[in-house]
């Protein structure tokens, strides 16, 4: 089986290694075809061609977007995108724009927790500030002592109902797609495993993900169990979606799997690279 991962993180967003070291590393692990799917930023893409290029294997320009979709957060990846494309890198900037003020707001919440100086801490860990997120609030917290690890930081805040959560508005679902395609790329849902909700919410999350102008879902990501497997790879079926595959890398250790140790995509599945010159 190819060994590709259509997901990963570069310190431009929320990942811990430079987008050359999470090329090198891939390479390394014997991944074939990658892609660099940073939050809501193209930054990283041209340092991960020139690297994937040194290192002999494939790589695939691609951006991860934040999307609220009936009161929900949703992420949306764009594969094969052009990162000079004037409409993508704009609504981009759109999205990232609110990131530091939420930072304040929870920075603010953190404080009436008892827990000060969260955002110069966050900030610390943010190689990309324009690009300030939770995870580096986690890190943070981690670091401080206040969690054990980034997953405990997720349990006990940050989330709704927990301090240090602040709702956001992010971008609209029909503009994402809109921007992914209109820059040449192809839209994948990201992750739907990950998503809190039922059957009837995921299968109208689906068709108006397809209405949109989506043409895939990730069937094999690091959270989803081999139930979800064989249920998003039934769903892709139904719904006429591709399917992708990709780590969600963000860093060694940080709890998401690793580059290039995926298991196989079912034979099911028609890939979402199936007609790209690149790997056939
Ligand atoms: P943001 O876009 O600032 O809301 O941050 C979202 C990021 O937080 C995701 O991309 C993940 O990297 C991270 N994240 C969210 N929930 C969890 C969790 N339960 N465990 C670890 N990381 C998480
Ligand atoms: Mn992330
Ligand atoms: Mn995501
Ligand atoms: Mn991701």
Known sequence: MLNIDLH??????????????????????????????????LLGLPAARKAAIEHGIHFVDGVEVSVSWDGLTIHVVGLNVDPDNAELQQGLASVRSGRMRRAEAMAADLLRAGIADSLPGALAFAGNKDMISRTHFARFLVESGKVKDIKTAFKKYLVKGKPGYVPHQWADLNDVVNWIRNAGGRAVLAHPGRYQIGKARMQRLLVDFKAAGGEAVEVVTSNHTPEHVIQFTRLAAEYELLASCGSDFHGPGEGYADIGRLPDMPGACKPVWHDWAIVN
């Not at 811990?16 to 809501?40: I, M, N």
Request: proline residues 3%.
């Open 8 to 41: 990963s993180h570069s310190s431009c967003s929320d990942g811990t290694l430079t987008p050359e070291q999470v090329v090198a590393r891939a390479s390394e692990r014997g991944c074939k075809v990658l892609a660099l799917t940073d939050h809501d930023v």
